[in-house]
């Protein structure tokens, strides 16, 4: 397994300290959130043992992420509420925003 054996020589070589330990730890358990194949699993689930196995104590708190992390566009309102502590509405309707773009679309039409 190339990751574990990455994991052991960067043990033996550097000799790392309880904080890096906890970081490492904590970007394996991310990187075991989005592996896509079983045998990507299998091997962050083996660099974590060993990981584990070398430094029992103190035992970092592990974060575990629940679920697959997306990178996907929030598509709520920018600004919620307006400046007044009201609740923010847009200056034109969906029907004048679709007239204002074919309005500009017949414009550049030529071009």
């Known amino acids: 397994m190339r990751l574990l054996e990455q994991v052991k020589r960067w043990v033996d070589q550097e000799a790392p300290d309880n904080e890096s330990l906890a970081q490492t730890l904590d970007n394996l358990c991310y990187q075991l959130v989005g592996a896509r194949t079983s045998s990507g ?8 043992s060993h990981l584990l196995y070398v430094h029992p104590e103190p035992k970092p708190e592990l974060l575990r992420p629940e679920g697959q992390i997306s990178l996907e566009p929030d598509p709520g309102p920018l600004v919620p509420v307006g400046e007044d502590g ?10 004048e925003k679709q007239a204002a773009f074919l309005r500009l679309k017949l414009c550049l039409k030529p071009y």
């Open 41 to 48: 699993k299998a091997e962050i689930e083996a660099a974590i």
């Open 86 to 95: 009201e609740k923010w509405e847009p200056l034109l309707s969906a029907e």
